[in-house]
Structures are given as C-alpha cells and as structure tokens.
C-alpha cells in the first residue's frame, strides 16, 4: 500500500461547520417525490399508477435491465401523479409524487435480524438488487452489477471508502462513529461473495474518531483493516483508493473490477448490512446540509423523495444578513449547483451546500490567459496533462484530445479547475468535450448499421 | 420558500486563491532585492532604468489592450514582472530612451501582438534586450560603471584576466544591474520553494553550463574558474528567472530538463566559443523556440499507460517505484560527454601550436616595427613594472587599454636598436585590437602593427591598411591627436578613417599608451 495517490489538491475543508451535528432522522411533512432515474442505466419503470395508495419500503418503479435499479417509496400515502417534474439536474424527468400521509408506515417489518450464515450468495446478490441500492458516493452505480463481476476469484481488495474527500460533507463521517459495527458488517458480507479478497476501510486523517470508531469494530477481524490516509482531494475518488491501497493505475476503459478492485462507500455498505440482514430497503440515506449560508447545519438521515427546501428550512433557512448565492447538490468540488431548492433528494445526494460566495462568479472575474504554469498537470490525479487538453479541446481537435492527450481518463474531478491560477474552466471544458466525442461515437456507430 | 432561481455553473465551485496576479506579484516581489543592490551598487540612474522599463511596460500594455479594443490586462502585474526583468538586464549607464524602446519592443511586439499573456513564443523582456544587443550594441555593452576596471567581470574572464569571484558573487563588480547573484539565487530559491518556478529548468540549466565550462574550459576541474563563470554574464538570473517563463519552456517534466540542459550547453557554448559577454541572452531565446518542438515529441503519457502501471496490471512483479533519470538526459549526457572528451582532446593536442603560433605572431610583429633588431630582450625594470600592472587597465587616458610586453631590441653587436610595446584596447567595436609599436631610442616611431585586429571588413578593418598607418611613422610626440575628416596637419595629428572612427580612436589610444609606457617606464629606468 503507499501512503496515498500522486497529485491532488488540498482545498479549505470547512467540515468544522457540520461535524459536531451527530446524525438525526428527518421527517418529511409534504409531498414527496421520486424519480425515475436516480441511478446510472436506465430508468426504472413505474409500477403504481396515480391514487394508487402505497406504503414505506414498497417498490413504486422496477429495475429496467440488468444496469437499473428499483426505486423504493419512503413515506406512506397514496399516488398523487406520474409526471415530469424538476429534477437536481435543473431539468425535466418522469417522477412519481406521492402525497404523504405522515404515518410512514412500513410495507413489512424491518427489524427482524437473520442470521448471515443461513443465506447462500445468490439471496445476498438478490436482495441486494431488490432494495434498490446504488451507489451513495455520487455516481449512482447500481451496487448489483458491481458485485457480480465477470471472475469474482480475481477481487483482492473490498474498499469501504470512508474517505470523504469533499469538502464540507461530513455525513459520512457521523456514519462511520455511530454506526461502525454495521458497516463493518455489511463489510463481511461483501467479503463472502469474494472469499479471496481482503477488506480496506479508508479514511482520510481529519476524521481520527471515524478512523477510532472503526479499527475498534474491525477488532479480532483478520481479513479486514482500516487504512488511514493523509487528507488530500479527491482521496475518496475510485480510481485514487485503488492506486493507493492496489498500487494498480488502469485506463479509463478498465473498471475497478477489472484490477482486482471493488469500491463502495460506506453509506453504501451499511445499506447491504441493512438489505441483506433486515431485508430493509434503501429509502434514506445519510445527508449533511451545510455551508456559510444555511443558518443551523446538521447531519440528517433523510428519506429520498424530501424536497431540498423542506430539509433547509428545517435547519433553520437562510442564515439572516447573508444571500445565498449557490446551492449545491453535493459538495462544492464534484457537486452540481441548483437552479432551485424545489426539487427532491435523490439516493445519491450526499450533502446540500449553500454558499454565501460564488467561487466560480470570482473566477470568472480573475481570469487571464493560461500561463502554461503547469500547476494543473502537477495534481492531475491520473497524470494527465490539463492545459494541452484544453488547448486541443477549444481547436475541436478530438484525435488529439482523445488518442494523445488520453483525455477520455479524466474524471471531472476538478483538480485542474481548483488550482489553476489563470481560472479556466478546465473540467467543464472536459466533461463537454467527452460528451461530444461519445454523441461522434454513437453517431458513427449508427451509420454503420 | 420563494427563491429566484439561482447560479448554476459547473464545478468545481471553490477556487485556489492562487491567480495569475498573485504569482507575478511574488515574482516581482522575488526580484526587489536584487533591484536593490543594483541600485546600491551602481547609484540611482540604475533605479531610473529600473523605474523606466517598468512603467513603459505597464503604460504600452494598457495603450495596446486601449487601441486594440481588448480587455485590460495590466492588473495581472505580468507587464511589471517583463519591466522588471528587462530594468535588471540592462547596464546601469545606458541612456533612458533604451530601457523604453526595449519595454516597448517587449510589450507590443513579443507579448501582445502574438496573443498577450501565455502566448508570447519568446520570453519578451530576454527578447527585448537581444534586440537592443543588436540594435544598440555601442550603447548596450558599454558597463563603464567604475571608472578603474571598465570591463565587466565576463570581459575580463574571457581574456584571461583574474576576476573577483566574491565581489561577483555579491554584485559589486559591473555588469548588468541585476547582477547580485546572491540576491537572485534567494529569490529564485524562494519562488522554487513555493513551487512557482519549475525545479527542473533552472537546475539543468545550471548543471548543464557547468558541465560544459568544466569539460571545454581547459582548466580541468578547476572550482574557482567554474564559479566565475557561473556568476558571471547572467547566467544565474537566465537560470532562475528567464529560462523559468513559464510560456516559453516545455510542459512535461523530462521536457523541461532537456530544454535546461540545452540552455545550459549552448549558453556555455557560446561563452567559451563565442565572442560576446551577453551571449547568454541568446542561448535561452534560441532555445523558447524549440520549446514547441519539445512539446510536440516529449508529451508524457497518464500513470495508467505507462509501461509500469501496465507491468503490475499483467501482474510481473515490479521493482519498488524509485527515480529514475529520463532515458533521453542520459542520452545526452553521453553524447556530451562524448564529444567533449573529443573535443578537449583536439585542445590539448593543438594548444601548444596555438601558443606558438601566438608567439611567432608577436615576434614577427617586433620585427616589422623594429627591422634593425636581431634579438629582443626585457629589461627587468620592465619586467617588474609589467608584473605590478598585472593585468590592470594602463593608465587613465587611453581608455582600456593593456600593456601585454614591452622589449628593447638589440642589433647585430648589441647596441640598442629600438624598443618595442605590444598593447591591447578593449576598446574596439567587435572586441579587442592588439598592436605593436615599434619606437627609435629617440622616441620617433618606427611603425606600428596589429597582431589582433578583428573589426567590420571595410570599416574598421581599414584601421590595418597602410594608408592609416603610414601616418604614424616618424611621429616625434609624447602623445598623439586624432583628427577627424583630414582637418590637422599637425605633428601630432593622425587622420582618422571615416566610418571607423570608434577601431581609429582605439588604435590611437592603443599607440598613445605605448608611448607613454616607452617614455614614462622604459626611458626612465635606463
């Protein structure tokens, strides 16, 4: 194992405005609604039509596919529509909303513990699938398929990814000290469809009572340890952890399975512990609202489908002489801004920030040429080299951009972005750019047809 | 909640505080102590250069961005950083109107006619004094700051003359402004250490001029020698702060210690080879553009394609992760050491003939300008005199002028037929003119003689021309008088050569030191 990945950054961490706030259930009063899509792959289908009445836990949309996932109603109450409404994304998707009655009244009773002996793989792999999990860190992968590699004999490393990298989320953090014996659990379970691999529980070294918490939950275990790193962005990036603790670097087109590698983070992992144990589904998750202009920030546990302004307004609103000039979904390096607070919590929302400052307005203002500083290159995390892709991205030089500069292998983790003193907008030039080459890719992949 | 709706933008959405006016802020800053020993060291016209260079820089930028309708670009502090550069290279005595033009030519021509900052292909302040090189080269490399020496340190290294490492070290002996190197070494250092600057240029830069001084110097491994010269003619300041410019050398690491190492080679190059004090300047201006070139071959590949991580990834097992130095620095370090071996080789063999021939020279010269005398002797009043000189500019009126010998030449049964001084100007236009000047015991000259005469063919070079020196033979004076445009028909007066009057006013010069050294020193100790 080395001591961490190459490059990275070391933005102002401001988890001291939340990690105080040990995590508390929320309790959603209004209307809450769900979309179709929260997860990598295709939409789930709707399988309850408007009035329809339903209940917490129960299947409202199925997995569409094998690279799909069921979406789970987290309240009781009955169907109001199947409608577009606005999403996190700021756009327009196909939703259920259920009107919620307040009783959250559960679909069976989750609090009946089996045994994990008494289940062979497939009853994990099953109701892994069933509860509809993905994964919580961001990206939304549906957990199933990442369990189901093509040659399981081959997975050496479990990474439980405690690392939270991202600034001023520390839901993850609260997690890891309140509830270590369940993720260490959910750990185990991971470990038994994997009998050769070892399990790794990363944290970075701003969290020492998380880190504390889970090396005393991991006593006696022998196949699995807790790793500590140096705090360091984006630590908690897949690609990182596996370069860190594998000492494996793989290509863009490789994924972590391919390297011996599985990664999920560890809201993911406890809810295997809660799928596969109490058959509990995933219909909350841990959350952190935060950031200089909420007035009370806190840790939640809140149930998917809650609107965004029900939770802020719970933590007190707008802090009082302070405009909010952004509102994040996610953290401020890899979370998305808000157009609006009117849309729901998806799975994968792992914080709110509200910003009283707009980083990217500043730069905006402090932009110059590139200086050809090369400060971009230095923390790329994968070694690629920013200011050339930019360069071949702004002349439309594709070939170059993809054959030579390797840029299809960037992340977005918006390392670039962060350090670059002349201000450009580095990843949004990136993320635009794969997108285009994958629409020629698809286009040209048509027309052979 | 009744919201507008808010900013969206992509991420990431906090920022560095680092922007690009920050790092030119610091690089500035870096570089005040060395502006301030410059203008300790050669008085306040120097902080007038100083001062000069940097408003014209910010004034022409803010005038170009003006006309050409562009967004100002002047708070970036970039054109303060190019004024500031330029100021130090310069020699504290060049009049105002340089420093100006240079800015002017750095800002508008280099800088922001190819796109302003982050597009410029030369580094504009090492290009703006390249071209006042060429364009005002009288003016540019005249560093007369003391009165005594004259000649820079470089100058005198390069004709074989003792220099004073510490006094260089510490920028109290000439030269351009900037050049305390103490000073621009902790400022360089400084922006090293907070990882402005890029380690592996200005290390290379460094370790390649050194190697190569070490290798063709002829000196052998000798410290003393190699420091001067590293101390000497900018290479400390080429190192940290032009070859550094972040627009004009290599993106990837390997990339940038070839184009150190290129710099360095070529800077010692064309110190050892060349002619010229400042030729370090060009080496760093000549190697920007290959920068791209560089760019285009040597662009390194992403941890995951590289030959290791795909080792570990077909599960061979791998040695620990250990530095290694890139295969093409090796390469050219053979190749280097090579050729230098090779060449120091050829040196050896042919330095004794070079010596030789250097003496037949001077002989043959006594001989022309004292054809009664069959062997030449020195007295050991003369000697001694000579040795007290040691190297030192001759006298005050002559410019800087050197007496290298002086002989008395004897005839066939020992009787004095004539004496002999062999002088050397600085002066000259293109480097020093060195000649013989053969005088009767009645102090009456007999003729006169170049042995080193490297002037513009057709101006200058008509210095050598009897017709010139003709003129001298027969003058019974203790000092000559230059005339320009066939005015004087005095004894004393020469006619000076039109369109050389700078070779003509050094020769004569050159002639007058002779026969103040054969009347003050030779005549007085017999």
């Not at chain 2, 508008?108 to 410029?120: A, D, H, L």
Request: charged share 20%.
């Amino acid at each position: 194992m080395r001591d961490t990945f190459m490059g990275g950054v070391h933005p102002l961490e401001k988890k001291e405005l939340s990690r105080s706030f040990p995590l508390q259930a929320f309790v959603p009063k209004g209307d809450m609604i769900f979309p179709l899509s929260m997860h990598i792959g295709k939409p789930a289908k709707a399988v309850v039509k408007k009035n329809d009445p339903v209940l917490a836990g129960q299947v409202i949309a199925e997995a569409d596919g094998f690279v799909s996932a069921n979406i789970i109603c987290s309240c009781s109450g009955k169907v109001k529509a199947v409608e577009k409404r606005r999403t996190l994304a700021g756009t327009l998707q196909m939703c259920i909303v259920v009107e919620n009655d307040g009783q959250f009244t559960e679909a069976a009773d989750y609090s009946v513990r089996e045994e994990l002996a008494a289940l062979s793989n497939q009853d994990i792999l099953d109701r892994v699938k069933n509860a509809g999990i993905v994964g919580l860190g961001g990206a939304g992968f549906p957990t199933h398929v990442k369990l189901m590699p093509k040659d399981p004999s081959k997975i050496q490393f479990i990474i439980a990814n405690g690392a939270e990298c991202e600034p001023y989320l520390t839901c993850n953090d609260r997690l890891m000290r309140s509830n270590s014996r369940e993720i260490v659990e959910g750990l185990e379970i991971m470990l038994r469809l994997f009998p050769s691999a070892r399990g790794v529980i990363a944290i970075e070294d701003n969290k020492p009572e998380a880190a504390e918490a889970m090396k005393r939950a991991c006593e006696g275990k022998t196949n699995i340890e807790v790793k500590v790193f140096p705090t360091k962005y984006p630590q908690g990036g897949e690609r990182s952890l596996i370069q860190a603790i594998a000492e494996v670097d793989f290509p863009g087109n490789m994924l972590p399975a391919d390297v011996g590698c599985i990664v999920d983070n560890v809201g993911t992992i406890y809810a295997i512990q809660q799928a596969v144990l109490y058959k509990h589904p995933l219909f909350s998750h841990v959350m952190t609202v935060t950031g200089e202009a909420v007035n009370q920030p806190g840790n939640f546990i809140v149930r998917d489908g809650t609107m965004i302004s029900e939770l802020v307004e719970a933590c007190g609103g707008i802090r009082e002489g302070v405009t909010l000039k952004k509102a994040l979904a996610g953290g401020p390096m890899m979370g998305f801004a808000l157009s609006s607070l009117d849309c729901p919590v998806q799975k994968t929302t792992n914080g709110i920030t509200l910003l009283d400052e707009d980083g990217v307005e500043l730069a905006e203002k402090q932009a110059t040429g590139c200086l050809h500083c090369g400060r971009c290159t230095t923390v790329c995390p994968n070694g690629l080299l920013p200011q050339l892709m930019y360069d071949a991205a702004e002349a439309h030089d594709y070939d170059r951009y993809e054959k030579r500069l390797y840029g299809m292998d960037c992340v977005a983790c918006g390392c670039c972005t962060y350090v670059c003193p002349a201000k450009r907008p580095l990843t949004q030039m990136f993320k635009q750019t794969k997108a285009e080459i994958l629409a020629i890719r698809r286009l040209q992949a048509g027309g052979k047809k | 909640m009744s919201q507008g709706m808010l900013n969206i933008s992509s991420g990431p959405h906090v920022r560095d505080r680092w922007t690009t006016q920050f790092i030119m802020s610091v690089v500035a800053l870096s570089l005040v102590p060395t502006a301030i020993v410059g203008v300790v060291v050669n008085g306040m016209h120097a902080l007038f250069v100083i001062l000069a260079s940097v408003i014209t820089c910010v004034v022409s930028e803010w005038m170009f961005n003006k006309i050409a309708h562009k967004k100002n670009t002047i708070s970036d502090c970039s054109a303060v950083v190019t004024g500031l550069m330029l100021g130090l290279t310069l020699s504290p005595t060049v009049p105002l109107y340089i420093p100006i033009i240079g800015a002017i030519f750095a800002i508008v021509v280099v800088k922001c006619c190819f796109g302003g900052i982050g597009r410029n292909f030369l580094n504009p302040a090492l290009a703006a004094r390249c071209f006042l090189l060429i364009s005002f080269g009288r003016v540019m490399t005249s560093y007369a700051a003391d009165a005594a020496t004259g000649a820079t340190p470089v100058a005198n290294l390069l004709a074989g003359r003792a220099v004073n490492v510490t006094r260089m070290f510490f920028g109290l002996d000439g030269g351009v402004i900037g050049s305390s190197i103490i000073a621009i070494a902790i400022g360089g250092l400084l922006l090293w250490a907070m990882d402005i600057i890029h380690g592996e240029i200005w290390f290379s830069v460094l370790a390649g001029f050194s190697a190569f001084i070490l290798l063709f110097g002829g000196q052998g491994f000798n410290l003393q020698f190699l420091l001067a010269h590293l101390c000497g003619g900018g290479v400390v300041l080429g190192a940290f702060y032009m070859a550094t410019d972040y627009t004009t050398s290599p993106v990837s690491r390997k990339g940038q210690m070839i184009y150190g190492l290129l710099i360095g080679v070529l800077g010692g190059v064309f110190r050892l080879f060349g002619s010229s004090a400042d030729s370090f300047s060009y080496s760093i201006i000549i190697i920007n553009l290959l920068t791209p070139l560089i760019d285009m071959y040597i662009i390194p590949k992403p941890f995951a394609y590289r030959k290791e991580a795909i080792a570990i990834r077909n599960g061979e097992t791998v040695k620990k992760r250990s530095f290694s130095i890139p295969r093409p620095v090796t390469a050219l370090t053979v190749i280097a050491l090579l050729a230098g071996l090779s060449l120091s080789g050829v040196y050896t063999m042919t330095k004794d003939t070079i010596e030789e021939q250097k003496g037949a020279a001077n002989t043959a010269s006594y001989q022309m300008v004292c054809p009664d005398a069959e062997s030449f002797t020195v007295p050991d009043a003369v000697k001694s005199s000579l040795e007290e000189l040691a190297g030192q500019v001759y006298g005050s009126d002559f410019g800087r002028v050197y007496i290298n010998e002086a002989v008395v030449g004897k005839d066939g049964s020992g009787n004095t037929a004539g004496y002999v001084v062999s002088v050397t100007s600085a002066e000259g236009n293109d480097g020093n003119i060195t000649l013989s000047v053969g005088i009767d015991p009645d102090g009456s000259i007999i003729g006169i003689a170049f042995t080193e005469l490297n002037e513009t063919p057709g101006m200058g070079m008509r210095c050598g021309d009897p017709e010139f020196t003709d003129q001298f033979v027969g003058k019974n004076v203790k000092k000559l008088k230059l005339v320009k445009g066939g005015g004087g028909n005095t004894d004393d007066s020469i006619d000076g050569i039109s369109g050389a009057t700078i070779t003509s006013d050094a020769t004569v010069d050159a002639v007058n030191a002779g026969l103040d050294f054969f009347w003050n020193v030779m005549k007085k100790g017999e």
